[in-house]
């Protein structure tokens, strides 16, 4: 079962930053928390992942909480291209359980 | 980013016939892949971790007589569904697992095949 909860839906202006949170209250040591998103009828994109640093690479940051048991993604300049279901997951052993995840609409 | 292609991309069949669906991983050899099902508005759901060399693992409740998951070589791994019926209607998507070493342990997705059965 997936051990993340994430809002359902979120709406963002374009070119403003998108914060996407994500609870993660039961991760463990060694757990990482990933990030991918899904445009509609196409397989899941990875976008980051992290153990327990903020990390940041060319599509997104994540802000991992100091006691982990939170993330956020941010998209830095949300795009309409950015609009897409996105999901954080929490790995057990090198299985994706994936959640519900959160509808990300961009509004021009 | 690596690259895990499938095919087809959609298919459609007769009910009690049987479909094969591929996943390559295309510029990386993955001992390791994944296939997942997603009904429409759903998430994905993991059905099975397919090992090269070594039979697959299936989540509980999946069917391993149902879904057939052959990994037999580093480049390529195969999922038929036999028998199939109109519930067995879906989004089928594979990854492929990233070797430590690669770039960043994590999986790679295909696009995704469409299955309908009539």
């Known amino acids: 079962d997936a051990k993340t909860t994430q809002p359902t839906s979120m709406d963002c202006a374009e070119g403003r930053a998108a914060n996407l949170p994500c609870n993660h209250s039961?991760?463990?040591?060694?757990?990482?928390v990933y990030w991918y998103r899904q445009i509609h009828s196409q397989g899941p994109q990875y976008i980051i992942h992290?153990?327990?640093n903020n990390e940041t690479n060319e599509m997104a940051s994540l802000i991992i909480t100091e006691d982990r048991k939170s993330s956020t993604l941010i998209l830095p300049h949300a795009t309409l291209r950015d609009t897409a279901v996105y999901y954080c997951?929490?790995?057990?052993?090198?299985?994706?359980?994936f959640g519900t995840g959160t509808s990300l609409t961009v509004i021009p | 980013g690596a690259v895990v292609s499938q095919h087809p991309s959609r298919v459609i069949c007769k009910s009690g016939t049987s479909v094969k669906i591929e996943c390559r991983s295309l510029?990386?050899?993955?001992?390791?892949m994944f296939w997942y099902r997603q009904f429409p508005k759903q998430s994905l759901m993991l059905m099975a971790t397919?090992?090269?060399?070594?039979?697959?693992?299936?989540e509980q409740g999946v069917e391993k007589d149902k879904f057939l998951i052959n990994h037999a070589s580093l480049t390529l791994s195969t999922l038929t569904v036999t028998s199939a019926h109109p519930e067995d209607s879906s989004f089928y998507i594979c990854?492929?697992?990233?070797?430590?070493?690669?770039?960043?342990?994590?999986?790679?997705f295909g696009p995704g095949t469409r299955l309908t059965v009539l």
């Open positions: 990854s492929a697992e990233i070797p430590t070493g690669f770039r960043t342990d994590t999986q790679y």
């Open positions: 997951i929490v790995t057990v052993g090198n299985q994706f359980y």
């Open positions: 397919s090992n090269e060399g070594s039979k697959a693992t299936y």
């Open positions: 992290g153990l327990k």
């Open positions: 039961t991760i463990s040591g060694n757990e990482y």
């Open positions: 510029d990386f050899q993955a001992t390791t």
